[in-house]
């Protein structure tokens, strides 16, 4: 119950950041344990204000105790704080993992890379936690220029992928602080509570519409959403292992809370359904990203890619539930937020220990790999059962309520999307678990009946994450009824 | 309609400006003359915001030399609007940071593959990917 722990959360990150630059030139070792010194005091954080707004209810937390709507404001409610806890935990389980990865891939630029890591964070939760539309731009700005930094040290295409999502990221920044200058200038705040008070009179101004079409396309640019995702597959395909599990979890997911917010929070549900449809539109193009995200998935060889067109599909659920606009279908989209983090972190983490050991990621070379890295691939099965939706994993509770929701919806073509590509990532996964896991019969082997393969499990720093995820995988999936009723409850805006 | 276009000049120019930006980004094939779009781009987006705040016989919204020396009330109307030039400040920020991500990594692009031509780094690219061609 620390009355300051909203900003803290935000401030921690950024402070040790700029200390890592200072330290680092001192000491190199002590870049790795101040990052998770300041990750877990950042979750501890986020925890509290969790507590906080289960017990007393949303927080206004004023910056300099300047009053809104002049002052800038954080605003954590249900859905701020739960989205806040994923963040924090995700980035905390991936900066433990960090470790060795990081001193192999990256061995000349440990200090920086902690650097911008910590930056990247502090983007993230600043994005979650800010109640200020001016202010999520700038947040929204540091998390991707950290982004674009950290995916540019990867191998051999990084520099190249990493440019052209510049250049689409800058696009989406643009769009979406052009959508603030429209409603800035039509009603003269930047306060998100502010906003949603004056907005409603002006909801028949074309500059409110088109401040609105900038802010769904910015944001869809930033979430890779389906037919702005060019980027993404590149990007999270040549970036170092560690970054592409930080990214892939959280970026995509920061950018479906973001459109949640503004759909439902800045303008009212009744001008996002009624007045334009544009959560029909939505709902459409989400169906089309989950069908095209796992259609192109099936064509790739590569596992990471696979993984990163896997990703499309999934941003194609949390958007399905939005478009849906019902109360199932909302409480589908973010439960599926926490679900795909825990999911797309455990698939990441797995490509990233398997390219420790073996410096491979094509499918057809994963074989014997169940007996070189049991627990590793132990991992990977549970979160590929978990994207398929195979009842005790998380991932199929949170489709279920997207299927109640196209239900209640009655659109059944989403319906049959929903059900299909859950039948095609049923080929996607075992045609990577029949890689992995059955050996090839005898006579093909040319005689030698027990290959001696010895197990090299990857190094414990880089397994205890990859056991983390998949046993909250799992545990997330048993609780997911509590989660529910304790969060999500709350965080479905009030009038669905 | 010309009236339209007139007495609305300032929109009219930072659409023009963005949209010579947006082709820059998206049309050109080489990565500097990308940057060189997304800085008009920019640019075009903070001259809107800045128009947005002149007023026509405003002043400096400083208090103590106002057009009176600050006698009588206040009258906002007087003031040039200061929020957007504080807001454009924080977004130059933005703009320079991102000018200099992209440049370093446009420098790390050109040390792989010696050339800033899209069309030349991508046949190099296809050419690493299937050695056997």
Same mark, same amino acid.
């Given at each position: 119950m620390v009355p300051q722990s909203p900003a803290l959360v935000v401030v921690i990150p950024l402070i040790f950041a700029f200390l890592i630059l200072l330290l680092g030139w001192w000491r190199r070792g002590l870049c790795y344990p101040i990052t998770i010194g300041a990750l877990s005091t950042s979750f501890l954080a986020s925890l509290d204000t969790l507590y906080t707004v289960l017990t007393a209810g949303t927080i206004h937390y004023y910056l300099g105790n300047w009053e809104p709507p002049w002052g800038i404001e954080y605003v954590v409610d249900h859905l701020n704080a739960f989205v806040l806890v994923i963040v924090s935990f995700i980035s905390l389980v991936v900066g433990i993992s960090s470790k060795r990865s990081v001193e192999r891939e990256l061995p000349d630029k440990i200090v920086y890379f902690y650097c911008v890591f910590l930056l990247q964070v502090t983007g993230f939760l600043g994005i979650v936690v800010t109640g200020d539309m001016f202010n999520l731009y700038v947040f929204l700005e540091i998390a991707s220029l950290a982004g674009y930094a950290l995916i540019a040290i =990867?191998?051999?295409?990084a520099p190249f992928a990493s440019f052209n999502y510049l250049i689409f990221g800058t696009i989406g920044a643009c769009f979406y602080l052009l959508g603030v200058g429209y409603l800035y200038i039509s009603? =003269? #705040? /930047?306060?998100m509570a502010d906003l949603s008070q004056i907005l409603p009179n002006l909801y028949h101004s074309k500059v409110v519409l088109v401040a609105f079409a900038f802010f769904l396309v910015g944001v869809s640019l930033k979430m890779a959403l389906f037919p702005l995702h060019v980027w993404l597959p590149d990007a999270y395909t040549y970036a170092p292992s560690t970054v592409s599990a930080l990214l892939a979890p959280l970026m995509t997911k920061v950018g479906a809370y973001v459109m949640i917010r503004v759909m &439902? +929070?800045? &303008?009212e549900p009744h001008f996002s359904v009624e007045l334009i449809p544009a959560t029909t539109i939505l709902g459409w193009m989400a169906a089309g990203a989950i069908l095209f995200g796992v259609i192109l998935a099936l064509a790739q060889k590569d596992l990471k890619r696979m993984l990163a067109y896997i990703l499309v599909s999934e941003v194609g659920y949390i958007a399905l539930g939005v478009g849906l606009a019902n109360r199932n279908g909302l409480t589908g989209a973010i439960l599926h937020i926490l679900n795909d983090s825990f999911m797309m972190l455990a698939l990441f983490l797995v490509v990233g220990a398997i390219m420790y050991r073996s410096h491979s990621r094509e499918?057809?070379? /994963?074989?014997?790999m169940h007996r070189k890295m049991p627990f590793t691939m132990a991992a990977f099965v549970i979160a590929g059962l978990s994207v398929i939706g195979i009842?005790? +994993?998380?991932g199929f509770f949170s489709k279920w309520y997207l299927v109640l929701g196209a239900i209640d919806a009655r659109q059944w073509v989403f319906v049959a999307v929903l059900l299909i590509s859950s039948l095609l990532a049923v080929i996607l996964f075992f045609r990577v678990i029949e890689n992995a896991y059955l050996e090839p019969r005898e006579e093909y082997t040319g005689g =030698? #009946?027990? /290959?001696a393969i010895a197990t090299e499990e990857a190094p414990l720093s880089l397994l205890m994450p990859i056991l983390i995820a998949g046993a909250g995988i799992l545990l997330l999936g048993i609780m997911s009824g509590e989660i529910i009723s304790t969060i999500i409850r709350f965080a479905v805006p009030g009038c669905f | 309609m010309l009236d339209f276009i007139i007495s609305k000049y300032n929109y009219w120019i930072y659409i023009v400006l963005m949209m010579i930006g947006f082709y820059a980004m998206?049309?050109?094939?080489n990565l500097v003359k990308k940057i060189i779009g997304i800085n008009i781009f920019q640019t075009a987006i903070i001259l809107f915001f800045i128009s947005t705040a002149a007023k026509r016989g405003g002043t400096l919204?400083?208090?103590?030399?106002a057009h009176d020396h600050g006698i009588h009330q206040i009258q906002?109307?007087?003031?040039?609007?200061p929020l957007p030039h504080v807001l454009m400040l924080t977004a130059i920020v933005v703009m320079v940071s991102t000018l200099g991500v992209a440049l370093a990594i446009v420098i790390a692009i050109y040390r792989r593959y010696?050339?800033?031509?899209e069309d030349e780094i991508l046949e190099q690219r296809k050419w690493s990917r299937n050695p056997l061609l």
């Open positions: =990867g191998e051999d295409g009603t =003269g #705040s /930047l306060n &439902f +929070t800045v &303008f499918i057809p070379q /994963l074989r014997y009842p005790p +994993t998380c =030698g #009946s027990e /290959l | 998206i049309g050109k094939r919204p400083i208090v103590e030399h906002a109307a007087s003031y040039v609007n010696n050339t800033l031509e």
